[in-house]
């Protein structure tokens, strides 16, 4: 162990003086893949890591826009209950098998029921209700309704090996024995809390990899991400605290790389019960849930002054939002803006909805899941504060805070969503519909909100295969939910990566890190 | 503790009235670094107790401090919000030029402003703007903010922000530019232009420097010491009276009483005490009240077994043999006789457990498990800063850690010389 490191920071010095096409790179990872099965745990650090093993049909690209994977051409047939995919023909998979319909099929009907899982991937695959195989790289997907979204769904499916994974556990993954891919990298060793070593396939159909082997390395704590950075003992990290971003900047051995993620940071309010737990009057007695009044909900965000959030708490590494996605992703509406910083139109709403004294109440947030997320929740306390509402912070360790805030145990919560799809459906299903988690919807409505009318245009979207039909519809229910408070959209992630000089990265909205997004500089 | 039978040397105040409480006063302040000790303890206490007098702010007060005013260095000014106005620029559709008065947001720095705009190629537009009084461009030191531009847009001035769609432009070069549109691009938009005054009124001053919050360093040291040492003594009065208790019980009763309570507590001690209140406030859940109950049971037993040792030595003596002869009752002979005498050992005890239950706070408040976030004690404020130390914000963790410091210090300092001058087996000579 000690003397790979020394080797591995002696290849970085000798390196640095004399560029060279191959080289090791070691990778810092902000937190623990918990696998390297593909199909265990839809969580962004496995899906990032299995990316370089394995791959979709179709690829998300940097800014999630789909690409051509294994797929070459996608379409829907005549018939708008059937997709039909061509297959690429000179793909093989790391022990040399070819790579052919059958493997789609079959990672089709493994995906959806790894047993044990603890997040899985079968809300992209429930759809699905036969695959059919034309030939050996044609595939079909029979569906009961018309899936626009069936290019979207398909790009975070990894495709694994028939041959090799077969009857195999999430354990055989773990151990490399099924872990058998057609990336560009392919599985050398995995040492849970310590290390996940890959190399470089050389049978790769694409571009050849850049590197000779990627080493990642779980380093939760960030100053320790960033002391390895400095010493040179870890060529990329990521997720650089925003306090060191400026003196990094001004560092010549790292440079610094910066990129909007499909993340946005939001409030969501209990809108739903008659008495929420953690609001009362300021006496301490027990008051009906003032959130129901959507003119609260309203006053709660005219009075977050985000252009403050975003300078004095995240460094000016956000972007202040006003709806669930940042601009240029699908299904955004442009006519929204940033709820500008009003707190005296704030507490005119309070006093109009019947609170000119305000309430207390009680706000949650996890600590440390969310660049900053403590300190942004402090701050908009301060806020509310400001207009009468005597806040509480209370942060809980990530690890129970998810669980608790679903079993709808908080009146006012900040969390974050990440598009997976990379378009705004995703968030209104998850967050906005009404809570109908049998059909998908709601599934992550902590707040019980509900719309009606919102609910019938999404749902109308959600068939509708015309694009520019579909994100009008989308921007349109965008628009009622946020007018009508369903949540308070506070600020969009910007992610930083560092790297050590010499290595660029190529800022993905998804937050992955890969392997495949450093490159040398020239 | 036969005090009476100690020599005496140097008489400064008259033999005749000296007592033991004096004599021990004369014996404690022979030691200048004691005294030293006692005089910064006193001042400590005296800033925690008198905190909300002293401190500028109260930091616990959501409403009193300001994001604004996050991570100003030590010595700097917390300044109101600068004036700011923002020039809204109609620009109408292609192929048109336009020229328009602008309504004005506030009257500083602009009282008023008039746009002109020139379609000078299908997707290029020139802008020019007459500002009045145009001197005051020159007192704006921050760049004006242009927001409002289609996607893709251009300006020729200025440099658009790394990842946010507006545009940098610096004040001499506002009053005239042109924007290069996206191609395909149809129609008229509405530019913003947002002009900022460069700094605004002073506030206050951060003497100490401000945290991530905004919360004034020098108040919430004070704050925080009064967290530090209330929860200190609190538990450690509570833990020496439990201690006591348990502790005379056992040495009085002997036997298998005796042999029980100290097996208990030695079970209590070999589990180290901040695992203990680690556990316990994991389970507890955050607040002052249960960050006390959490160390008087991780230190109770500290105190029991010097109040059984202390009360063993007192139990073989004399006197309680003489109070047993006289038909005393065991209550009566406990706390009026043998307590008495076991309560200097304890008072060195004491002061060295409050001087750990105020460090076992600031570790558990570090560790993000002592005080809530909006309340932070000196632990929870080192805490904090911790993260800020790699990009050179020092104030906000080494502050703390040096009040924490020198209070730690200072307590064991009139803890050591207590013992030194109630114990004469330590006794050295003067």
Redesign the interface.
Known sequence: MRSRLLMASAFVVSFAAAPAAAEDLTIALASEPTSVDPHYHNLTPNNALTRHIFEPLIKQDENQSLEPGLATEWGVTDDPLVWEFKLREDVTFHDGTPFTAEDVAFTIERAPDVPNSPSSFSLYINDISEVEIVDDHTVRFHTEEPVPLMANNLSTIAIISKKNAEGASTEDFNSGEATVGTGPYQFASYTPGEEVEMEAYDGYWGDEPQWDSLTFRPITSASARVAGLLSGDIDVVEAVPTNDVASLEENEDVSIWQGISNRVIYIHLDSDREVTPQITAKDGSEIENPLRDSRVRKALSLALDRESIVEDVMEGIAIPAGQLLPEGFFGVSEDIEVPEYQPERAKELLAEAGYEDGFKMTVHGPAGRYINDEQVLQAAAQMWSRIGIETEVETIPVSVYFGRASDLEFSVMLVGWGAGSGEASSPLRALLATYEPDAGFGATNRGRYSNEEMDSLLKEALVTVDNDKRQDLLAEATEIAMEDVGLIPVHFQVNTWGTRDGLKYIPRTDEYTLGTSVRPTD | MTIQETQVQDEVVPPAKDTPFRRTLREFAASRVAVVGAVVLLLIIFAAVFAPWIAPQNPYD??E????H??LEPGAAGRADPESQSLPVPISGEGESGRETLELSGSVPFESAEASWEWVAPERVAVSLDLQPEQNLKTLEQELRVEGLP?GAELSVGEKH????FWLVAPDEITAFEVQLPEGHEGGFELEIRAQQAEGEIEQVYWLGTD???RDMFSAILYGLRISISVGVFSGALALTIGLVVGLTAAYAGGRIDALIMRIVDLQLSFPAILVALLLLAILG?GPDKVILALVIAQWAYYARTARSAGLVERSKEYIEAARCLALSRWRIVLRHMLPNCIPPMIVVGTVQVANAIALEATLSFL?LGM???EPSLGLLISNG????????YWISVFPGIALLVTIVAINLVGDRLREVLNPRMRRDE
């Open positions: 959501l409403n401090i300001r994001v604004e996050s991570r996607r790394d990842f946010r769609n991530g919050q905004g955050r993000g809530p976030q909006t911790f993260d800020y130390l790699l990009s050179g914000r």
